[in-house]
């Protein structure tokens, strides 16, 4: 008989969205007049510098034709807005994710938000990650919290991997032998409030492994406990062989 082994806890596809426009840094804005990229000021995130609104009478379809009335009058811009996940530490095909927000910006007299931010009528939001993409409506988006370690993840990751490379060798050891086959080298690729997960690089591929916390954590400085405890089950296994130098 079969036992049937559970997926492990991660994110779901609105939190991911909310916890990419929470760090993000940048992002791409696409009007029928071209693309322009823009940086952040004051390392606001683009949740606090983009303002969703609903609306009734538009579907954001974006294989619509450029026909259909503009549900926000007729100085509002159709745009999507394109975000970019970069992996903070130096693996092999470092992105990680790509949010895509389409909708509406309003004018600025339409404007309800703080000083340096827009208003956007929202039609959808689009999250491409692992080859997959998955449509999140607004109310899911809205409801949906950012992860915790969002603003301090990449800080996190790169402290580890500069500093603690003996660490990610040690939670190597929760690795099933069989994953580390062929691997030359493994390096911190994400952490959120349900685990680490690691990227395992062979000679000419690489796979994610995920490494789940005992349990989730709710503010970041339930962090350190919980990468201990990690580590404490992974000593009390058999060292594994060194990766190759």
Do not use: N
């Amino acid at each position: 008989m079969r036992l049937f082994t559970p997926p492990l806890a991660a994110p779901s596809s609105a939190e991911r969205i909310r916890t990419i426009l929470t760090a993000a840094d940048s992002m791409t804005v696409v009007t029928d007049e071209g693309r322009t990229d823009v940086s952040r000021l004051q390392g606001a995130g683009g949740a606090e510098r983009i303002h969703l609104h609903p609306t009734d009478d538009w579907d954001a379809d974006p294989e619509r034709s450029g026909d259909e009335p503009c549900p926000a009058g007729a100085q509002a811009v159709r745009a999507t807005l394109e975000f970019t996940d970069v992996a903070p530490t130096p693996v092999r095909d470092r992105v990680r994710a790509r949010v895509v927000l389409a909708g509406w910006l309003l004018p600025e007299s339409a404007h309800q938000g703080p000083a340096g931010s827009r208003c956007m009528e929202f039609g959808h939001a689009m999250l491409d990650q692992g080859g997959e993409r998955t449509s999140v409506g607004l109310p899911e988006l809205m409801a949906a919290q950012a992860d915790p370690l969002a603003t301090c993840e990449a800080g996190m990751l790169t402290h580890m991997a500069a500093d603690h490379a003996d660490l990610v060798e040690v939670l190597l050891r929760l690795v099933k032998p069989r994953r580390l086959l062929g691997v030359r080298r493994a390096l911190p690729l994400a952490v959120d409030r349900y685990g680490i997960t690691l990227r395992l690089e062979h000679a000419r591929s690489h796979e994610d492994v995920r490494l789940p916390f005992p349990s989730p954590l709710w503010e970041p400085d339930e962090a350190g406990p919980r990468i201990h405890a990690l580590l404490d089950s992974a000593r009390r296994r058999a060292p594994r062989s060194k990766l190759p130098e």
